[in-house]
């Protein structure tokens, strides 16, 4: 009984997968909505600073150090920021940069960069 079960269930198992499979390509091949590819820097929260997904930041440079500001608040720093950050900001001055994801417990947030 359990190797027929398994033969027989098994066809059913990889059609299952096959779909989850086209489903993922569709999704992506025939969207309407055509994003742009985001780049992300993970910035160490200030202490007392409460940020939430889907906050807007200001990007900018106090003096040797890349830091988010919100309204007029410091609410973090970005540790080890990558060199197009660093591009972006001398070009512009200042760059926008949204709340992808907070993790809480680890006092950063992952910042998406919006040139």
Same mark, same amino acid.
Do not use: N
């Given at each position: 009984?359990?190797?027929?079960?398994?033969?027989?269930?098994? %066809?059913?198992?990889?059609?299952?997968?096959?779909? +989850?499979? *086209? $489903?993922?390509? =569709? %999704? @992506?091949?025939?969207?309407?909505?055509?994003?742009?590819?985001?780049?992300?820097?993970?910035?160490?929260?200030?202490? &007392?600073?409460?940020? $939430?997904?889907?906050?807007?930041? @200001? #990007?900018?440079?106090?003096?040797?150090? #890349?830091?988010?500001?919100?309204? +007029?608040?410091?609410?973090?720093?970005?540790? =080890?920021? /990558?060199?197009?950050?660093?591009?972006?900001?001398?070009?512009?001055?200042?760059?926008? &940069?949204?709340?992808?994801?907070?993790? $809480?417990? $680890? /006092?950063?947030?992952? #910042?998406? #960069? *919006?040139?």
């Amino acid at each position: 009984m359990g190797v027929e079960f398994l033969q027989r269930i098994g %066809r059913t198992i990889e059609v299952a997968r096959d779909k +989850d499979r *086209m $489903a993922l390509v =569709e %999704r @992506h091949l025939f969207t309407r909505c055509v994003e742009l590819a985001t780049s992300c820097e993970l910035l160490r929260l200030a202490p &007392g600073a409460v940020l $939430a997904p889907g906050d807007e930041v @200001h #990007i900018e440079c106090h003096g040797e150090r #890349i830091v988010a500001v919100q309204v +007029d608040r410091v609410v973090g720093t970005f540790d =080890e920021p /990558r060199q197009e950050l660093w591009d972006l900001l001398a070009e512009y001055g200042i760059v926008g &940069g949204r709340v992808d994801e907070v993790h $809480a417990s $680890a /006092r950063v947030a992952d #910042i998406e #960069i *919006m040139p």
